[in-house]
């Protein structure tokens, strides 16, 4: 089982920036994919943006050239660097592990973004 713990939520006016933490603990795999989702009100859990063990980042075409993933594979821990946000990135953002067919997911993180 493999349990991940987000930090950095909160509430930012537009223009501003915010970082998001997720810690992985338990029975890692090394090889794995991590990244961040969120579902905003009234919608559908969407990609924000994911990023292998190896590098290799993916980002959904809303955030790109604003939001920015990144890991540390020794600590387990991956981060989103949200700058320029909008008020239509207002959402719980939700931190993933991936490998093969294991999926997990954080408890979520609210974040809200002012006009």
């Known amino acids: 089982h493999v349990q991940l713990v987000e930090s950095g939520g909160g509430l930012v006016q537009a223009g501003g920036s915010l970082r998001l933490s997720c810690a992985a603990s338990g029975a890692i795999i090394p090889i794995n994919v991590m990244g961040w989702y969120r579902q905003g009100p009234g919608k559908q859990r969407e990609l924000v943006a994911t990023?292998?063990?190896?590098?290799?980042?993916n980002y959904a075409d809303s955030v790109k050239g604003r939001f920015t993933i990144s890991r540390d594979n020794r600590r387990n821990t991956v981060y989103l660097q949200m700058d320029s946000l909008k008020p239509e990135d207002t959402a719980v953002y939700y931190c993933?592990?991936?490998?093969?067919?294991?999926?997990?997911w954080g408890q979520g993180t609210q974040v809200t973004v002012s006009s």
């Open positions: 990023q292998t063990s190896r590098s290799s980042t």
């Open positions: 993933n592990y991936r490998y093969r067919d294991l999926n997990y």
